[in-house]
């Protein structure tokens, strides 16, 4: 029930005037993709790249937001919906704040990732992490895939839940045929043309 109380309010500082102060526009890097792809491999090189040439960045990580904004969600349909529904209202509040935010989470339903790029328009920019689940599964980075094997971990994407691929996103890196460095590289140059484009 909406609290007709609640009035939205007019600021005088604007995300256009944050930009400007900054030097560089807003945007939303979303990586998806299975556990151990390599989202926050490939988020953390990147916003170090990116922290280099001075441009204000944030990476919202999975684990870290369940564990501290989210806390309260399970992975219950509902809840699920609930999870992306707040990031997608804090991809929307650190974009005001003129932060090009970089999101590292599975996100394994295109009906979720759908919802976000909804919310953030042209803002939004889907990044597919692919890698094999036999890769992912050999890394075994947090070690998750060996529990879902052994059933001490259920609804896991990839072993017993499914991941969607994206149908359409705005760019593919595979990180079994890449190096960290060719990945990064890949990155880098999708990000500089679209600093550049948003420059004009
Ligand atoms: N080309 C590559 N790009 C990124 N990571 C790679 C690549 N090749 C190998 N790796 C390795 O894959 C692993 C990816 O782990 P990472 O924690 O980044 O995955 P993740 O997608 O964030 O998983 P999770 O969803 O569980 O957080 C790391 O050990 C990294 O060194
Ligand atoms: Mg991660």
Redesign the pocket.
Known sequence: MPDLNVIPQEHKINRSDRQKLLGHRSFVIWFT??????????ANLLEQNLHSKGILTCIL???NIRNGLNKDLGFSENDRIENIRRLGELCRLFTDAGVVVLT?F?SPFRSDRSCVRELMGKDFHEVY?KCPLDVCES?D??G?YSKARNGSISNFTGIDSPYEEPVDPELT?D?SS???E??AEVLDKYITKLLIKDRT
């Not at 993709?33 to 490939?42: P, R």
């Open positions: 993709g299975l556990s151990g792809s390599g989202k926050s491999t490939l990580d999975g684990d590292a599975i992490v890394r980075v947090k998750l890196i990180t890449m190096t960290i060719e990945s």
